[in-house]
């Protein structure tokens, strides 16, 4: 499902701010070399990433699902001066072209990268994040949210990707649609939970914005 056409997704990017060259061309290769590249951020999302890091000011970032390094590098675009942003993707073959974008980057000495299951790597960074990143296995959004949370201090936001599934959230759901369930499960769970504040933004596939309180 498309939000809004295309002339006005064309439109909004145009009057948005213009991604760095870096960043397009890792839109570049992901796209020929890297299966799914769909899954990849984008120029719009991308810089409402930035936005907001820069907004947050933050000393340590979260990311889960590093993907080929498109967002994480637009996250760490609003670091303080010694901050650090962990990223965690399952996949080790990326790892390499994560890490040539990140060298090529302002931020490589910033960036940590981790190659496994997210849900027992957390557990053992000895951090507190004021920024998290969810853009990883949908099915295991509500376990990533409950691990995360426990790295956050009050004033900490929890951004989660892909909230609106295409639109699925809204149509009947499908027999044996695993990812949509958890998805629903997840916007439920979290709309809930007293330790947050949260308001889903319509931004590409839908982008939720939670504060710790």
Known sequence: MHFLSATLEAYIAENSQQE????TELARETHLKVVHP???TGHHQGRVLSLLSKIIAPKRILEIGTYTGY???CLAEGLQKNGKLHTIDINEELFDLQ???FNKSAFGEKIIQHTGDALGIIPQLDEVFDLVFIDAEKKQYPEYFDVAIKKCASGSVILSDNVLWSGKVVQPLEKGDKATEALLRYNKKISADPRIETVVLPIRDGLTLS???
Do not use: H, K, N, Q
């Open 71 to 73: 967002s994480a590098l």
């Open 99 to 101: 890490r040539r974008y």
């Open 20 to 23: 760095p060259d870096l960043l």
């Open 38 to 40: 769909r899954m990849i």
């Open 211 to 213: 504060r710790v309180l």
